[in-house]
């Protein structure tokens, strides 16, 4: 079994947790994640702390609160796979967010240090940037729910559709050295929600001089650590697969390194 592989309960803890991923548990400093699975009327109370949040509505609606600031009633999809934008939460250090499930509701909990810096705020579909990345089988749909250009500490998040038979984080690229302005070091994790349901993704986790070199059979509702190297992904003919990426390090910027056997693989510029 690897380790890098979290799995998720098999029914949900008192507080609706299904899947809790810390920076101690990791073996590392800046990626916290969790997911919950809450009954309609269940209700949710974190205090933050001195992390920062990114709360998304992975399926489902909800009352949301920060301590300044309620949203009643938000969330639109009711599977990730309906492929609409979700809904976020972004939550400062030093604040906490309350949660009351309107229907059935499966959330996701991004973590990484927060300075305080940033008001919480709503992220709606409208502010989550869409685009298609790739081509051919390497075709894929991304959701920019917290890139870089948007505020926050540290936090990054995005979420990934891949069609079965395709590829995604290809070429394979890494982000685990603090070299700018070539490279920045982001601790990384994938969590995964497949259709069919009992499908699976395929995850390789592998670095230069192959002391990690890990390829994963990936199921519905699990999530993979990257605590460096390369890791492309791929989905099997007859199965969707989807991921939540969260990432953070030193610095809030997003600088890969491809694999210098598969940069060819790279679009060439235009007019190259």
């Not at 070299?179 to 070091?185: A, D």
């Not at 390789?204 to 994963?216: A, G, N, P, Q």
């Amino acid at each position: 079994m690897s380790e890098l592989i979290v799995r998720p309960n098999r029914t949900p803890d008192a507080d609706g947790s299904v899947l809790r991923i810390t920076p101690e548990t990791a073996g590392w400093t800046y990626v916290g994640f969790e997911v919950y699975q809450l009954e309609e009327g269940a209700r949710l109370s974190v205090p933050t702390g001195e992390r920062e949040a990114c709360v998304v509505l992975l399926a489902g609606r909800a009352d949301v609160a920060t301590a300044e600031q309620a949203w009643t009633n938000i969330g639109k999809r009711m599977n990730v796979f309906e492929k609409i934008p979700p809904y976020a939460v972004y939550v400062p250090s030093g604040d906490r967010f309350e949660v009351a499930a309107v229907t059935g509701l499966r959330l996701a909990v991004c973590w990484a240090p927060g300075k305080g810096t940033h008001p919480a705020r709503l992220i709606g579909p409208e502010q989550v940037g869409v685009e298609v990345r790739g081509q051919g089988s390497t075709e894929r749909l991304i959701h920019n729910i917290l890139p870089e250009s948007e505020a926050a500490d540290g936090l990054l998040v995005v979420e990934v559709f891949t069609p079965g038979g395709h590829w995604s984080s290809y070429p394979p690229h890494k982000h685990d050295r603090n070299h700018l302005p070539e490279e920045s070091l982001l601790e990384e994790t994938y969590y995964y929600e497949v259709q069919p349901e009992q499908g699976f993704a395929v995850q390789r986790v592998y670095t230069d001089d192959r002391s990690l070199d890990e390829t994963l059979a990936v199921k519905h509702g699990e999530a993979v650590l990257v605590p460096r190297g390369y890791h492309p992904v791929a989905a099997p003919p007859g199965y969707d697969a989807y991921y939540l990426n969260v990432m953070a390090g030193p610095v809030r910027t997003w600088k890969f390194h491809n694999d210098p056997d598969h940069a060819w693989l790279m679009p060439k510029p235009a007019g190259k």
